[in-house]
Nanobody, 117 residues
Framework: QVQLVESGGGLVQPGGSLRLSCAAS????????IGWYRQAPGKERDMVAT???????NYADSVKGRFTISRDAAKNTVYLEMNSLNSDDAAVYYC???????????WGQGTQVTVSS
């Protein structure tokens, strides 16, 4: 069973920064892509940023230029660097991975990001 464990969420002031981490229980190259989704109260879960095996990145328009997804293959970990945070970024952030070999999606348990002064 694949596990994705997020960390790094918390409370940050508007304009501040946070870095989220997602540690996978197996090599991240065994996923077609891996990345981050977020869900605010009363809203749908939306894609934030993903990175493919081939290192192609994809970002939601709302975070382009502010967020950066990266990976450390040796640590089986994907990161989300978030800068210039605002109230619209407050949500539970979930790590997500799509299995390369079978039609299966994996989700982490989520980490809360709160943006408030």
């Amino acid at each position: 069973q694949v596990q994705l464990v997020e960390s790094g969420g918390g409370l940050v002031q508007p304009g501040g920064s946070l870095r989220l981490s997602c540690a996978a229980s197996r090599t991240i190259f065994s996923f077609n892509f891996i990345g981050w989704y977020r869900q605010a109260p009363g809203k749908e879960r939306d894609m934030v940023a993903t990175i493919t095996r081939g290192s192609t990145t994809n970002y939601a328009d709302s975070v382009k230029g502010r967020f950066t997804i990266s990976r450390d293959a040796a640590k089986n970990t994907v990161y989300l660097e978030m800068n210039s945070l605002n109230s619209d970024d407050a949500a539970v952030y979930y790590c997500y991975a799509r299995d390369l070999y079978i039609s299966t999606n994996y989700w982490g348990q989520g980490t809360q990001v709160t943006v408030s002064s």
